[in-house]
């Protein structure tokens, strides 16, 4: 039975489906749809979506920006001001809380979380289910 319910820890870390909190043995904050939505309704989370302009116009999360991930070390060390006339948007701030990260299927997702932890925004988060699960549920 304990080897049954390890067996099972190891596959759900394997497969990165655990929610909230940080993925094991990735170092990446994550948040999960649920979260996901009730963050959205209180309008406590900032989105970005990082896959390709190309991708975003095909559709989106509603509110994301879209700041490719080829981009973003570029875009989240521009000046405020510079930031705000190329993407018609407020700079995060580096201490923002709940600046979530997505794309199509989790990988760019998640390197622009770590990324984004790596310049000093402590609040970064990853959405893992990325746009596949939002359309799947909320699409």
């Known amino acids: 039975m304990l080897r049954v319910a390890f067996l099972r820890l190891c596959h759900t870390v394997a497969a990165g489906t655990m929610t909230g909190g940080t993925r094991e043995g990735f170092g990446v904050p994550t948040v999960s749809l649920s979260e996901l ?5 209180s309008g406590r989370a900032r989105l970005f979506d990082v896959r390709s302009r190309e991708e975003a116009e095909a559709g989106t999360i509603p509110g994301a920006l879209n700041i490719p991930v080829s981009e973003l070390e570029s875009a989240l ?4 001001a510079a930031f705000q006339a190329l993407y018609s948007a407020e700079k995060p701030k580096l201490e923002d809380k709940n600046l979530v990260f997505f794309c199509q299927l ?3 997702g998640s390197q622009a979380t770590q990324l984004a932890q790596g310049l000093g925004y402590t609040g970064a988060r990853h959405y893992a289910g990325a746009y596949k699960e939002w359309l799947e549920k909320e699409g």
């Open 106 to 108: 989790g990988k760019r």
């Open 37 to 41: 939505r009730s963050l959205l309704a």
């Open 77 to 80: 060390t521009m000046d405020p």
